[in-house]
Nanobody, 125 residues
Framework: QVQLVESGGGLVQAGGSLRLSCAASGRTISNYPMGWFRQAPGKEREFVAVLNWSGAETDYAGSVKGRFTISRDNAKNTVFLQMNSLKPEDTAAYYC??????????????????WGQGTQVTVSP
């Protein structure tokens, strides 16, 4: 079992930055593909960013490319999402997810095995 706990969300003005953390326990996630997703009220959960098993490959949703960066710190068993130049449309609950197998990048929520409880990000105009 893997437990994931997100933190770092909050209220920020447009143009500001936040750094989300996803701390894992139960197993090391150093070789797991990891993803970040978000869900705004009344909308479906959507892909934001992904990191492959080695950390060598990343990908982003078009709406966040160039503004968000996913990374991992294996020593801390933690994955991060650095979010810069935030916009009101980035407002959502953000979730991290872990997949225990595979060497690719994965874009669908159904492809992940473990999820955190989410952290709220609110961007004011």
């Amino acid at each position: 079992q893997v437990q994931l706990v997100e933190s770092g969300g909050g209220l920020v003005q447009a143009g500001g930055s936040l750094r989300l953390s996803c701390a894992a326990s139960g197993r090391t996630i150093s070789n797991y593909p990891m993803g970040w997703f978000r869900q705004a009220p009344g909308k479906e959960r959507e892909f934001v960013a992904v990191l492959n098993w080695s950390g060598a490959e990343t990908d982003y949703a078009g709406s966040v490319k160039g503004r968000f960066t996913i990374s991992r710190d294996n020593a801390k068993n933690t994955v991060f999402l650095q979010m810069n130049s935030l916009k009101p449309e980035d407002t959502a609950a953000y979730y991290c997810a872990a997949r225990v197998t595979g060497r690719s990048v994965y874009y669908q929520a159904a492809e992940y095995d473990y999820w955190g409880q989410g952290t709220q990000v609110t961007v004011s105009p």
